[in-house]
């Protein structure tokens, strides 16, 4: 079947303005989560869903970034007021049950704020 | 503080040398650690997990707890290994995922 897929693949947003990012996640799998991966940095753990709530969230960087899952399915990433250090590949992961699960990455996307 | 160190950004070896690619992590309780890979224009995909005790395209990987390291080592490098290499934790009983910062290894023929 279809992998986890993420939209869109590139944004170029200004300074200020909100973006969503989208991830959909393989069909069935109830865990999903979400990283940023900035230039010459590993992968920063965002938040981590479990069907439609979101048991940790201490990754988020600030109050500016929410994340909401609808249908234990699709995701959305928002971030409001978009500052320059946002700018980064953001990917999304989803396993079949979570935890020590093989997770399995969307093609990321990868925002740029001017 | 949980934290994952690959103090190597860029490893380039020759095609047939034995290549080790380096991983500290620390961690209060037992963790579970985890090499994920990504080649060039793919996504980033699991690799290895040391639960697991395998042997992945060559690559074979043990947790050392008393130097709290899980270094990657493959005895023949392969051009088709050039690739970016992460190392990640897990903490037990969590669902927080600490990545590396990853190290680039480049095969020469």
């Known amino acids: 079947g279809a992998g986890v897929s993420q939209s869109p693949s590139n944004k170029v947003t200004e300074k200020g ?12 799998h109830t865990a999903l989560y979400w ?7 590993g992968l920063e753990f965002l938040i981590y869903f479990q069907g439609n ?12 970034f929410s994340a909401e899952r609808t249908g234990g399915s699709v995701s959305t990433l928002t971030i409001q007021r978009t500052q320059q250090e946002d700018s980064a590949v953001y990917l999304c992961a989803s396993s079949l049950y979570g935890n020590s699960e093989t997770q399995y990455f969307g093609p990321g996307t990868r925002l740029l704020v001017l | 503080a949980q934290r994952v160190t690959q103090p190597e950004k860029l490893l380039s070896v020759f095609k047939g040398a ?9 961690y209060s309780g037992s963790p579970e650690l985890f090499w994920y890979v990504q080649y060039s224009r793919q996504r980033l995909q699991l690799l290895l997990r ?21 270094h990657l080592k493959k005895p023949f490098a392969q051009e088709e290994d050039s690739a970016m290499y992460y190392c990640a934790l897990l903490n037990t009983g969590g669902f927080k995922t600490i990545f590396g910062a990853g190290t680039r290894l480049f095969v020469k023929a």
């Not at chain 1, 990283?35 to 940095?41: F, I, K, M, P, T």
């Not at chain 1, 709530?53 to 500016?64: F, N």
């Open chain 1, 35 to 41: 990283y940023r991966q900035s230039l010459g940095q």
């Open chain 1, 17 to 28: 303005k909100d973006v969503e990012l989208r991830c959909d996640p393989i069909s069935g």
């Open chain 2, 50 to 70: 040391h639960i697991s005790r395998e042997s992945i395209k060559g690559f074979t990987a043990d947790l050392n707890k008393g130097e709290t390291s899980f």
């Open chain 2, 18 to 26: 034995p290549v080790e690619l380096k991983c500290n992590y620390s």
């Open chain 1, 53 to 64: 709530s979101a048991p940790d969230k201490s990754g988020l960087p600030s109050d500016r």
